[in-house]
């Protein structure tokens, strides 16, 4: 039974003994914060920070009522209703164990004999230093024994949390505390679907060993978000999606799925995931981009917060076409669409990574990469919970890398509330997925 469950029947029969106040109390007590559920690092740029701040890092709070932590509501471990600025303030975040991990150009950790080989664009990186996980602290995680370049850095919340959400005000009083109160959500996706995704691009057949995604998971992970969103039927949760494939079966590689706007889950699942097009081809994933951004700017509902989601598994076919979805997406970005850039790393090839993410940068947008496509879910469940509300913090590193250079910071995060606490490690671990035991990479992207 789970604590939800054994919540409600103590509260019946509590309710039969003593009436509704003490049912309210009880569920004071009940509801902790469970999850942390970060998306990553918004551009400095992008958002109403203090003066002194790098960065901030955007999150969800999930509680064990699974629902999002939300100011003006009162939970057990607190005492009192949550205040912003108040009880919940820059002290209910620490970081610790910060390292800055600088990538190569496919996102892998950059390796080294020594320092001198912490180079990026022909100069050495300064605060850069040349170290094995052990000597970082790091030996209980799992990164190869090898010598990384790599930056220490203290981490320091420098603000209050600021919290948004996009359906109706949650309880009274959220429209002090909130930054948009749209009528409801536009999601776009961009969904790569080139020949690499099942090894075909050789044979035509698809090939196991060649493959970036064969098992799949790209349609696991669409299946976690759409579980992230609600589809209750209320009018604050109203919903629109599209889906748009680079390659498919459109003749120029660029394949709208969905001319019209799709509604329900249901009609998702009978016009998308039943029809979804069998990979082939290459990657016109620029202009795919450009056809997305669009669509969701230009023919989406205008009162709904919008949002676009690609995901790809690396190098694109149509550089052309690269300058038009950059200006289209800096645009965007700064009108406020939400942008996120899901990157499963290929094999046997050099990634464009950083060209992607400092496009999504730009854009004020969220970047993901890894080596392994079963991470999909995890990081599509973060995007559709951040989507819904979430809270922004800003930090100030006291090393961070030079402009322009691709990393991934290792820390670990614990966020109290009164007398509970949970914990979120971002570092490279052991998870579970359903077919095999893989290393996962839960770092998060940086761009200076």
């Given at each position: 039974?789970?604590?939800?469950?054994?919540?409600?029947?103590?509260?019946?029969?509590?309710?039969?003994?003593?009436?509704?106040?003490?049912?309210?109390?009880?569920?004071?007590?009940?509801?902790?914060?469970?999850?942390?559920?970060?998306?990553?690092?918004?551009?400095?740029?992008?958002?109403?920070?203090?003066?002194?701040?790098?960065?901030?890092?955007?999150?969800?709070?999930?509680?064990?009522?699974?629902?999002?932590?939300?100011?003006?509501?009162?939970?057990?471990?607190?005492?009192?209703?949550?205040?912003?600025?108040?009880?919940?303030?820059?002290?209910?975040?620490?970081?610790?164990?910060?390292?800055?991990?600088?990538?190569?150009?496919?996102?892998?950790?950059?390796?080294?004999?020594?320092?001198?080989?912490?180079?990026?664009?022909?100069?050495?990186?300064?605060?850069?230093?040349?170290?094995?996980?052990?000597?970082?602290?790091?030996?209980?995680?799992?990164?190869?024994?090898?010598?990384?370049?790599?930056?220490?850095?203290?981490?320091?919340?420098?603000?209050?949390?600021?919290?948004?959400?996009?359906?109706?005000?949650?309880?009274?009083?959220?429209?002090?505390?909130?930054?948009?109160?749209?009528?409801?959500?536009?999601?776009?996706?961009?969904?790569?679907?080139?020949?690499?995704?099942?090894?075909?691009?050789?044979t035509g057949v698809p090939t196991q060993t060649l493959a970036t995604d064969p098992y799949q998971y790209r349609k696991v992970g669409l299946n976690a978000?759409?579980?992230?969103?609600?589809?209750?039927?209320?009018?604050?949760?109203?919903?629109?999606?599209?889906?748009?494939?680079?390659?498919?079966?459109?003749?120029?590689?660029?394949?709208?799925?969905?001319?019209?706007?799709?509604?329900?889950?249901?009609?998702?699942?009978?016009?998308?995931?039943?029809?979804?097009?069998?990979?082939?081809?290459?990657?016109?994933?620029?202009?795919?981009?450009?056809?997305?951004?669009?669509?969701?700017?230009?023919?989406?509902?205008?009162?709904?917060?919008?949002?676009?989601?690609?995901?790809?598994?690396?190098?694109?076919?149509?550089?052309?076409?690269?300058?038009?979805?950059?200006?289209?997406?800096?645009?965007?970005?700064?009108?406020?669409?939400?942008?996120?850039?899901?990157?499963?790393?290929?094999?046997?090839?050099?990634?464009?990574?950083?060209?992607?993410?400092?496009?999504?940068?730009?854009?004020?947008?969220?970047?993901?990469?890894?080596?392994?496509?079963?991470?999909?879910?995890?990081?599509?469940?973060?995007?559709?919970?951040?989507?819904?509300?979430?809270?922004?913090?800003?930090?100030?590193?006291?090393?961070?890398?030079?402009?322009?250079?691709?990393?991934?910071?290792?820390?670990?995060?614990?966020?109290?509330?009164?007398?509970?606490?949970?914990?979120?490690?971002?570092?490279?671990?052991?998870?579970?997925?359903?077919?095999?035991?893989?290393?996962?990479?839960?770092?998060?992207?940086?761009?200076?």
């Amino acid at each position: 039974m789970n604590r939800i469950s054994k919540g409600i029947i103590a509260a019946i029969v509590v309710s039969s003994m003593a009436g509704c106040d003490t049912v309210s109390e009880l569920t004071f007590r009940e509801e902790q914060i469970i999850e942390i559920a970060p998306v990553g690092f918004v551009a400095k740029r992008c958002t109403n920070r203090s003066e002194d701040a790098d960065a901030s890092l955007r999150l969800t709070v999930m509680t064990s009522f699974d629902a999002p932590l939300v100011p003006n509501k009162r939970y057990g471990s607190l005492g009192d209703p949550l205040v912003p600025g108040g009880n919940f303030g820059a002290a209910n975040f620490a970081f610790s164990d910060g390292w800055f991990f600088i990538a190569n150009a496919d996102g892998s950790d950059k390796t080294c004999e020594t320092v001198d080989d912490c180079v990026v664009n022909g100069a050495r990186i300064a605060d850069a230093v040349c170290v094995t996980p052990s000597e970082m602290g790091l030996s209980s995680y799992y990164y190869a024994p090898t010598r990384v370049c790599a930056i220490a850095t203290q981490i320091e919340t420098v603000s209050a949390p600021r919290f948004t959400h996009y359906a109706e005000n949650l309880l009274p009083g959220n429209e002090n505390v909130s930054t948009q109160n749209a009528n409801g959500r536009s999601f776009a996706f961009m969904l790569d679907n080139s020949a690499t995704l099942d090894g075909s691009q050789e044979t035509g057949v698809p090939t196991q060993t060649l493959a970036t995604d064969p098992y799949q998971y790209r349609k696991v992970g669409l299946n976690a978000f759409m579980d992230g969103i609600a589809f209750n039927g209320n009018k604050s949760d109203r919903v629109e999606y599209a889906a748009v494939f680079a390659n498919g079966t459109a003749a120029t590689g660029v394949y709208d799925m969905t001319p019209e706007w799709l509604r329900t889950e249901a009609l998702w699942n009978a016009k998308v995931m039943h029809f979804y097009p069998s990979p082939s081809g290459g990657s016109p994933l620029w202009t795919a981009s450009t056809t997305t951004l669009e669509k969701v700017t230009q023919k989406a509902t205008s009162t709904y917060r919008k949002s676009m989601i690609a995901l790809s598994d690396g190098t694109a076919d149509d550089d052309a076409a690269k300058s038009a979805w950059m200006t289209q997406m800096t645009a965007a970005g700064i009108s406020g669409v939400d942008l996120y850039w899901i990157d499963v790393r290929p094999k046997g090839d050099v990634d464009e990574s950083l060209g992607y993410a400092q496009s999504v940068a730009l854009g004020c947008g969220n970047y993901f990469i890894f080596e392994s496509p079963s991470q999909i879910s995890a990081v599509m469940k973060s995007i559709a919970l951040n989507t819904q509300s979430h809270w922004d913090i800003d930090v100030k590193f006291s090393h961070k890398p030079p402009s322009g250079t691709l990393s991934r910071l290792a820390t670990n995060l614990v966020v109290t509330l009164g007398t509970s606490a949970v914990a979120y490690e971002a570092q490279r671990q052991v998870g579970q997925s359903d077919l095999t035991t893989e290393t996962t990479d839960n770092r998060f992207v940086f761009i200076p």
